[in-house]
């Protein structure tokens, strides 16, 4: 129970800890420009799209995990400022190691292209893999579709795509990186249908 005299955020917070989901919605209509502020200032070359992502990934925690939150030691706002370091350091390390992997498959890819024959049955892995590929991408939302289809089954690179398209790096490297999550969640509930 909250004591009389608290101020509207303990309430809010209380109420949310009670279960209550329009609490925690008034949260975020109160804590959101905030969030975005501290990230933007905190982390200086992340587009828009990404601190969005870390900002809707950082209350998606902070409202899994409002039971932990102890007014005593310390205000709502620092709480989610630290989530949000958290999540957005774990999101641009993801991301690269994700790059590393991609370096490392693009150099590999390379060196195979390089082979002047390929066997029938490379041929025919590389066909149901690209086949395979072409089917999740279709179920993209649209947004990710032609991104995706540029980079996954054209081959292009991250700086080719942002000039063919006309759109800023990190917004295509954004865009491959949540295609290849959806993807693969698909696949995984793909596996798990067979």
């Keep these: ?8 955020i303990d309430v809010l917070v209380a109420s949310a800890k009670a279960g209550n989901g329009k609490a925690f919605t008034d949260l975020w209509d109160l804590y959101i420009d905030s969030l975005r502020d501290y990230i933007r ?3 200086k070359n992340l587009d828009d799209l990404y601190v969005d992502d870390i900002c809707s990934r950082s209350f998606e925690k902070a409202f ?7 007014p005593t030691k310390s205000q709502f706002v620092t709480w989610l400022h630290s989530i949000a ?6 999101l641009t390390e993801k991301d690269k190691r994700m790059r ?6 693009e150099s590999s890819k390379d060196v195979i292209e390089d082979k002047e024959t ?13 086949a395979k590929t072409e089917r999740y991408i279709e179920r993209l939302p649209e947004l990710y579709r032609e991104v995706a289809s540029k980079r996954l089954l054209d081959g292009l690179h991250y700086k ?10 990190n917004t295509v490297r954004t865009r491959i990186r949540r295609a290849k ?5 698909m696949r995984k509930e793909d596996e798990q249908e067979d």
């Design 118 to 130: 390929e066997s029938p049955l490379d041929a025919i892995i590389r066909t149901e893999s690209n």
């Design 100 to 105: 590393m992997a991609l370096v490392s498959l």
């Design 85 to 90: 370091k958290n999540t957005a350091l774990d």
């Design 64 to 70: 899994r995990q409002i039971d932990q939150f102890d």
């Design 181 to 185: 999550e959806m993807m693969d969640r």
């Design 160 to 169: 080719e795509i942002a000039q063919e398209m006309d759109m800023e790096l």
């Design 41 to 43: 200032k905190w982390m």
């Design 1 to 8: 129970m909250v004591p009389a005299g608290s101020n509207p």
